[in-house]
């Protein structure tokens, strides 16, 4: 009766419209958590999910991507059906017969949505990279700006953004960009970086009310995804870090977020906001908040998911114990990170920030704790060596916490949501360190912040 995979099941059935054969395999309890542009359901019951699973009808499959363990599925498709063209992602949890518990179903941006925007850069841009040989670059990120590569006869390439003000992406929108990079560009900010941090920016252009950044092609420097990072490494990504907040301490150039809105992009003020866009992640921040909720002790999930409503009262705190605010990168992650000689390359500074040091350290630990070869604590400790005497006790505890405001919807969806076994086992393992260290953190500092009076 099984045959097909559960992946293949799944996929003859969207491309059939005949949801009869994954009937089968529902449990007769079964959940699914269904968020879109229209809202968010919850729908129980076999039946009721083949019934609301098969409503779209038959369509033609364009894209397939699918992983399968014996303990469920992940997969991205996109679909053309009689209502249009939809991309979905997929979490789909079974039993130990294989079958299906739990499917979380998320609406994610189609691509080429935005096809019809024009992406051709100014020709003074151009002219002044000496660049004739134009092509689309593709990218893996969570917002939707257009990348293109250009080329010189000789060879020499340079990637070019464009972006516009008021953003046409949720990170901008969340964080209020109007033309982020471009804004710290103008007023001198890469002029100004400590040596250690290469950056790649040669020249920004503006025309039709948008900025193209030019940046040299960096891609052969910049980490693989599967790389991993000895401590010396990591702490050498840390120690240009803790330059440039020195560099810019108290001097913050125009165009910084808020660092309310930086701590707080992944929270549910930002998931109703962005009910309406195409855009995957706000829409998944639900689902890893619910999850977070249900995994992590009442004295430290009541506290982190307070303040992911009102990030403006951790950021305040922030900015008081740590006396001035500095400029951070805001995304100090492994996409985003390389090598060239004795210099850290760092490229995306569309969420440069006007925050604080362990801030920025606790989204560089979530992110990339993974992939060093040292412990949380060991990085941390490195974190308070690089920052030497630049960081007060307070402002680290803080930090800290802002960790799971930053990213505990992530943390937790992974351990609760997503199939695979490894990815469950890495969820779980970081809330077994983050939890303890955020609860020691509100310990000492005698509860949580509040705002500023």
């Not at 089968?24 to 609301?52: F, K, M, V, W, Y």
Request: glycine residues 10%.
């Amino acid at each position: 009766m099984r045959g097909l995979g559960l992946a293949e099941l799944l996929h003859a059935a969207v491309e059939s419209g005949d949801w009869s054969r994954v009937r089968e395999r529902l449990a007769g309890d079964a959940a699914l958590d269904t968020s879109n542009e229209a809202g968010r359901r919850r729908i129980d019951g076999a039946d009721a999910i083949a019934a609301h699973l098969a409503r779209p009808g038959p369509g033609t499959i364009r894209v397939w991507d699918a992983q399968e363990w014996p303990t469920g599925v992940a997969l991205s498709f996109e679909w053309d059906g009689e209502s249009g063209t939809d991309r979905r992602r997929w979490y789909v949890r079974t039993d130990d017969a294989g079958d299906i518990l739990e499917l979380w179903s998320t609406a994610a941006r189609p691509g080429g949505a935005d096809g019809g925007e024009p992406v051709n850069p100014p020709q003074a841009l151009l002219e002044r990279l000496g660049a004739s040989h134009i092509a689309p670059l593709s990218h893996g990120g969570n917002s939707g700006a257009a990348l293109l590569r250009v080329r010189r006869d000789d060879g020499t390439a340079f990637v070019l953004k464009r972006v516009t003000a008021g953003g046409a992406d949720w990170l901008a929108r969340a964080t209020a960009d109007q033309g982020r990079t471009a804004q710290l560009h103008q007023s001198g900010a890469f002029d100004r970086m400590p040596r250690s941090i290469g950056h790649g920016i040669v020249a920004v252009e503006r025309s039709d009310g948008a900025a193209w950044i030019a940046m040299r092609d960096l891609h052969a420097l910049l980490l693989p995804p599967d790389a991993r990072l000895s401590r010396e490494q990591s702490r050498r990504i840390l120690t240009a870090a803790a330059e440039l907040h020195r560099a810019f301490r108290d001097r913050v150039p125009t165009g910084a977020a808020s660092l309310s809105d930086r701590i707080g992009m992944s929270s549910p003020a930002v998931a109703d906001a962005e009910r309406g866009q195409p855009d995957l992640l706000p829409k998944q921040f639900e689902q890893g908040w619910d999850a977070f909720a249900e995994l992590a002790p009442a004295d430290v999930g009541d506290t982190v998911l307070d303040l992911t409503r009102r990030p403006e009262a951790l950021a305040d705190a922030l900015l008081r114990a740590h006396g001035a605010s500095t400029l951070i990168h805001g995304d100090l992650r492994g996409d985003n990170l390389g090598f060239d000689g004795d210099r850290l390359v760092l490229i995306d500074w569309d969420l440069a920030t006007a925050g604080t040091p362990t801030t920025e350290f606790a989204w560089y630990l979530a992110h990339s704790a993974r992939r060093i070869d040292a412990t949380h604590d060991q990085i941390e400790s490195d974190h308070r060596a690089a920052q030497k005497d630049a960081l007060a006790e307070p402002e680290c505890e803080l930090g800290l916490l802002s960790g799971l405001i930053q990213y505990g919807w992530r943390i937790a969806h992974s351990a609760r949501v997503h199939p695979d076994p490894a990815e469950t086992a890495w969820g779980r393992r970081e809330l077994e360190w983050w939890v303890p260290r955020v609860r020691a953190a509100l310990e000492r500092l005698g509860g949580p912040p509040t705002a500023a009076a």
